[in-house]
């Protein structure tokens, strides 16, 4: 088929889904869908004998690269016809390129009989980026050359130069390999048993020479010829003259202090600014700051409470229950809204049982935790999920067991 090319005709054959055979009536229906898109509402289809059926899809029903038609009956098998569009005419010999076959005549203009006969063959030939095998004489320009080149007797030229060789393989005749036999650049490169030289480069120096003793310098093992005095940076001072006053400016850090060195002068100016006593180089006991009381035993006032109390006393208090109503009043106020309360049931389940309680407000506690602080739940916590007033019974999220009575817990 033809890509967007109207009166063009799709055919299939339809057969019956109960045995297989021809049907030749009824309607029979084609579907098309382009290049996997959404399928057309469909147009029927003309009978042609033997259940062959025909569709002449219009111009724009062939105007895809994949194109599916696909032929319904309400009795039938549905058959489905892939067609792949292609642009040129292939009726027409012009869109095909190709004028003349008959006998396989050869073409004029390049009629030889084959290529590598003296006086026969193709008179130029351009090969770009070719890979290939070639015995005897090349004339003209050569490219970019990549791989092994074989033996080569004679290269010729246009324009003096051969572009690039990646790899000669033999050589037969170097007449002017250049750099090779240069002698003044040999006597400047210097050989490899030149001895390293110090101090500025001279004539006559090789550049082996300082190769070498830069690589003293950076393993160590012969080191500088010649090192120079310690200077201060400035112009015309080495790297080597700043390294040796760096060294004798940090030397007193390493092992061998130097008493009266400058660091140490540094420290001693310090130590005689302040007037702290140091035994074996720790701070002796401070037993008195000017202007701070000195604070001795348990001499602080109890934080809201009469004068003379003392904090040891508050804590013993809190550890057996006994506190003053002030200082009780102190505490429930730090812990305004838990309930200190306990089990008031003998018959306590994992998920029920009465508290100890004054308030008569169903719900009152709902949405609440209840936290276990003695018994075998001691700091298990549970959600309260009703409460009933007149009977003091919470109902709470199930326990890992149930509470004992008297067991005591807080609800936050």
């Not at 169903?362 to 935790?369: A, K, L, P, Q, Y």
Request: negative net charge.
């Amino acid at each position: 088929m033809r890509k967007n090319v109207a009166s063009q005709v799709i055919a299939a054959e339809v057969v019956a889904t109960a045995d297989g055979t021809a049907l030749t009536s009824g309607a029979v229906t084609v579907y098309t869908t382009i290049d996997g898109g959404v399928q057309d509402a469909g147009v029927a289809a003309t009978h042609e004998g033997n259940g062959c059926y025909t569709y002449a899809p219009t111009q724009a029903l062939t105007n895809g690269d994949h194109i599916a038609y696909t032929f319904t009956h309400a009795s039938g098998v549905p058959v489905t016809v892939n067609v792949y569009p292609v642009s040129f005419d292939y009726t027409a010999a012009a869109d095909l390129g190709v004028t003349s076959l008959v006998g396989h005549t050869p073409q004029t203009g390049d009629n030889f009989a084959r290529i590598g006969v003296n006086g026969a063959g193709l008179s130029n030939i351009d090969l770009p980026n070719q890979t290939m095998d070639i015995t005897g004489d090349v004339s003209g320009s050569v490219g970019s050359v990549t791989g092994a080149v074989g033996s080569v007797t004679a290269i010729n030229t246009t324009g003096g130069a051969v572009d690039t060789v990646t790899t000669v393989i033999t050589t037969t005749t170097n007449t002017d390999m250049r750099g090779t036999d240069n002698g003044a650049l040999a006597s400047v490169l210097g050989a490899l048993n030149d001895a390293a030289v110090g101090g500025d480069p001279t004539a006559t120096d090789t550049i082996m020479q300082y190769v070498k003793q830069l690589v003293n310098v950076l393993v160590g093992t012969a080191g500088v010829v010649t090192y120079p005095a310690a200077a201060a940076p400035a112009n015309a001072v080495s790297l080597s003259e700043i390294i040796r006053a760096i060294y004798d400016d940090s030397n007193e850090l390493q092992g061998d202090w130097v008493d009266a060195g400058r660091l140490d002068a540094i420290l001693d100016a310090r130590m005689a600014e302040v007037s702290i006593n140091t035994t074996g180089g720790a701070v002796d006991t401070v037993t008195t700051l000017t202007g701070h009381t000195a604070q001795t035993g348990d001499s602080y006032a109890r934080l809201g409470a009469p004068a003379g109390a003392s904090v040891s006393a508050d804590v013993a208090d809190v550890k057996t229950g006994t506190l003053t109503a002030a200082a009780k009043a102190i505490l429930d106020a730090t812990t305004l809204g838990v309930v200190n309360t306990t089990v008031n049931d003998a018959s306590a389940t994992t998920t029920a049982f009465i508290i100890t309680s004054t308030e008569a407000t169903d719900s009152h506690f709902n949405g609440r935790v209840i936290i276990f602080t003695a018994g075998a739940l001691i700091n298990q916590a549970t959600d309260i999920t009703a409460y009933a007033g007149a009977t003091k019974t919470v109902t709470v999220t199930a326990l890992t067991s149930a509470p004992a009575n008297g067991d005591s817990f807080v609800i936050v």
